[in-house]
């Protein structure tokens, strides 16, 4: 076995195990912090915390609030990323379009998060406030990032492929996506989590029905601090749901190309 291969197998032992040593550093401290506190109204055990996480599965109530959140979520993902990258490409090929939007962009971008959710309460029912703010947060970074993604495709070739007159479809498939995708997926690998905190967030102030966010608020108002961090243990998988499935397709779509 050569050196360089060593090397490897030692820098992926280190990938899997750091990550994982951290995840237990972390779960001691809490675990020593709970101990010492030692009042589990405020500082729920991590064993009760498991006991809770597990009974969520029983209640038919659990399977409806995952089901509506991840709904939202994948609603107002879907509309932020439909929206952003038409208007990239439109702005791309209209300039003035790109101008013209800016101040828009900037002022959505700007709004406190806080500001949007009141303002959609008022404005909006419960579902439809959830899906507003969350498309309010993310479009704007879709949007930013597809545009860069296109910008990020090199000039001369692009004046190389209309010297010598290829084909569009040619054009968009062996030019630009292959140039435009890693900055593209940089941006969605960001946003696809914030996403779902968004709708959760959301979700608490609007008390929307069937949701993770309402059931994290009724935790909190009769102070169960466990029953709390159990939904969250389950809003954090599902985050981390979402990114791997991006990971995945990232890894098929750049390479494919």
Do not use: H
């Not at 498309?135 to 000039?155: G, Q």
């Amino acid at each position: 076995m050569t050196g360089k291969e060593n090397r490897k197998k030692l820098y992926l032992l280190l990938n899997l195990t750091i990550p994982i040593a951290t995840l237990v550093v972390a779960l001691a401290v809490y675990a020593i912090v709970s101990k010492a506190v030692g009042i589990e109204l405020l500082v729920p055990s991590i064993p009760n915390i498991i006991k809770k996480f597990f009974l969520l599965f029983a209640q038919s109530s659990f399977y409806k609030a995952v089901a509506g959140t991840v709904g939202r979520a994948a609603l107002s993902y879907f509309l932020s990323f439909a929206f952003a990258i038409i208007l990239a490409v439109a702005t791309k090929m209209c300039p003035y379009l790109r101008r013209a939007l800016s101040p828009i962009i900037l002022l959505v971008r700007i709004m406190p998060t806080m500001s949007i959710i009141l303002i959609a309460l008022i404005w909006f029912n419960s579902f439809q406030s959830t899906i507003l703010v969350a498309f309010c947060v993310i479009f704007p970074m879709l949007y930013t990032s597809f545009c860069d993604a296109i910008e990020s495709v090199d000039k001369d070739l692009i004046e190389m492929s209309k010297t010598y007159k290829i084909d569009r479809k040619r054009m968009i498939f062996k030019m630009y996506l292959p140039q435009a995708l890693p900055v593209a997926f940089t941006g969605i690998k960001s946003s696809i989590g914030l996403n779902l905190k968004l709708v959760i967030a959301a979700e608490v102030l609007a008390q929307t029905a069937d949701s993770i966010g309402v059931y994290m608020q009724l935790s909190k108002i009769i102070l169960d601090t466990s029953t709390l961090l159990a939904w969250t243990a389950v809003a954090i998988i599902l985050g981390g749901i979402f990114e791997l499935i991006v990971i995945v397709i990232e890894k098929k779509a750049v390479k494919g190309r």
